[in-house]
């Protein structure tokens, strides 16, 4: 995974729970790394699950919902990094549609080793989109997270919905619909 996710979540528990709690997580989880993370390095994803299961445990708060929260705050992160993304004008379904061709694309160009999970479009109406999100990594509730993200950054009313398409998270539906 790339050093941006890691460093990213790090800010993220200093600022929800406290430096105390970010240096508790990153001594007690048993890192190779050390913790010590940059945002262009690539590490083990296997680190960043550690860090999310010690948070998990010290705060007593379940593994899907802090991957929800900081999928939600990497989203706004993402818009004040990578602005070049986020057009005046562009609307939510035109922002996911162009996910796997446009952002993820780019992406590599600047990380060749990035591993990113897929975003395919299925289906697309004027008030729907559905998403098929495939990864090895199984971070469909921090995926859900980013699109919780997006539907606040571009202030539509969605009702989004998750449906398991293979039993161990590794490809998942996302149903995104307008509510009027």
Known sequence: MKGMVFT???EFVEDSYGFDVANTIIEEASL???????SVGTYDSAEFVGLVKKLSE????????????????L??????????????????FDFLGK????????????YPDAELPSIETIDRGANFINLCYSSKRKFSDFGFG?????????????DIKKELLIEDGSKVSFILTRIK
């Not at 010290?58 to 705050?73: A, D, V």
């Not at 989203?75 to 939510?92: A, N, T, W």
């Not at 980013?146 to 969605?158: H, Q, S």
């Open 146 to 158: 980013l699109l919780l993200g997006a539907v606040d950054y571009f202030k539509e009313n969605i």
């Open 99 to 110: 996910i796997d061709n446009y952002i993820h694309i780019e992406v590599k160009k600047l």
């Open 58 to 73: 010290i705060t007593n708060t379940e593994i899907p919902e802090l991957l929800i929260n900081y999928g939600k705050h």
């Open 32 to 38: 190779v790394s050390k913790g010590v993370y940059t």
């Open 75 to 92: 989203f706004q992160r993402f818009v004040v990094l990578y602005p070049q993304f986020f057009h005046p004008g562009m609307e939510l």
């Open 8 to 10: 990213e979540f790090i």
